[in-house]
DNA sequence: CGACGTCTTGAAACTAATCAAATCCTGTGG
DNA sequence: CCACAGGATTTGATTAGTTTCAAGACGTCG
């Protein structure tokens, strides 16, 4: 417990607050003023750092709160009949676990890929609040029906892009989320293996690995282990939309 | 105009009204109590049936309404770069549009599969009313987070899932969606054309042919054109769950 | 330094797509 | 009511793209 001043307001600025997150304007509290944005901060439970590897939920626990990921990165890992599909990795800023609000319980796990940090937001207070800010519930929304877009183009993906339509587009997607972070968009390092991508674009690891070599080959992206360097960014977003035959 | 009261109740009892709906337990209003009930049927609009082909909204059209659909039954078409992309059916009870809230419009064009009546529901008003109603705007975040599921579902057979896997599960997918409506479970007509199903499937005309005639010849199924009597549900449960080697 | 997991590379096998053509419906007009 | 046109569906043969199997290279962490 800090006793003096000083040492409360020091133990204050390392509290993380919505107020100093430099995610604020990609994140939930997006739309808020500023005396919104204290209550939606009141709301929020810190966590401790997520080490690699370790779970923030499990597939079937009891859906309770949505998560914002703070740093690092995630992935949604659902466990059907021994089979695992990855079905989404989640960066910084990113709402995970709205999708357990249904039957609630959360329909995968979500594993930490790097060291991760999360701020927890219990769901019951978030729809409390949501119901006297407009603004929020309005964020809301748009978080949910932003990622059932993003499913649907992941339905496209899967189910009508070939291999190297599959590398390029996760290429290009990823580079442009890093971008909107204000990350390069041209260097950048993978947390996930080439095992998790090939689960997560419906491809053998040995199709991604091949792929990846072609893609340097053609002087597109320069891999080295998993550091990504994107050299021909204008290519691979033609690729990515199947416009590699024109 | 009706100028007796009989004609007026007349006409009350022809338009519908949620209250007297027969999807009213399996729709948007599922939660509400009477009095809240009348509130929200009092924003639905109707609308004049949809004949075959017809489209309730054009990909890029403003994002302004949600409809839930009453009778008949829906496809959603994304067109990206000429290719044609369907990314999902919809049936009596299900709300369509609501991947539209986030870039205010429409993300694909949704086309009357067959006649089709829907009741349209103005975003706005809709929003109002669930600040007001807990019930509703939960019952929002759930069918939002229901369609997300069923997403992932989708995503999850497109890239795992072999060709006889993929019509097992879209075969009783569609009879379990039958059988919760209270129609049979085994005996339906598909309104969709044998494209519409590779296409929603990411397989070609031939192979949803040939699969749907090998499923025949198993004892599995008796397809006549677009008449579908299921025989044996649980074996296809088992091939449609990858259990077919077993 | 060595062991294990991750990644790459090569060859063979297989699934489903494509191309081609016949047959079956469905709605329409004579 | 029947014939016909056009689309929808089925069936067959071939081909292409990915997976699978196998094995070796690389990296990294004790």
Do not use: W
Not at 54 to 80: H, N, P, Y
Request: charged share 25%; glycine share 6%; aromatic share 6%.
């Amino acid at each position: 417990m800090p006793h003096t001043a000083l040492e409360r307001r020091r133990a204050r600025l390392q509290q993380p607050h919505c107020q100093t997150c430099s995610l604020a304007s990609l994140c939930l509290p997006l739309a808020l003023q500023l005396e919104d944005l204290d209550q939606f901060d009141a709301i929020i439970r810190r966590r401790a750092p997520l080490k690699k590897g370790e779970m923030l939920f499990r597939q079937g626990d009891a859906f309770t709160s949505v998560f914002a990921v703070r740093s690092g990165s995630l992935k949604q890992v659902t466990s059907v009949g021994g089979e695992e599909q990855l079905t989404n990795f989640y960066l910084p800023s990113e709402l995970v676990g709205l999708d357990g609000i249904d039957e609630s319980s959360y329909p995968g796990s979500m594993v930490a890929l790097e060291t991760t940090t999360v701020c927890e937001i219990p769901f019951d207070r978030l729809n409390s609040l949501a119901e006297d800010l407009p603004e929020l519930r309005l964020q809301l929304y748009r978080s949910m029906s932003k990622e059932m877009r993003d499913d649907r183009r992941m339905i496209r993906l899967l189910s009508r892009k070939t291999a190297d339509e599959r590398l390029a587009s996760f290429l290009t997607g990823l580079s442009e989320r890093f971008r909107r972070r204000g990350y390069s968009a041209y260097s950048f390092r993978l947390s996930m293996s080439r095992a998790d991508i090939g689960n997560h674009l419906g491809l053998a690891v040995e199709t991604v690995s091949r792929i990846l070599g072609r893609f340097q080959s053609q002087g597109l992206v320069a891999v080295s282990g998993r550091e990504v360097n994107i050299l021909d960014l204008d290519t691979l977003a033609q690729l990515a939309e199947g416009e590699g035959c024109i």
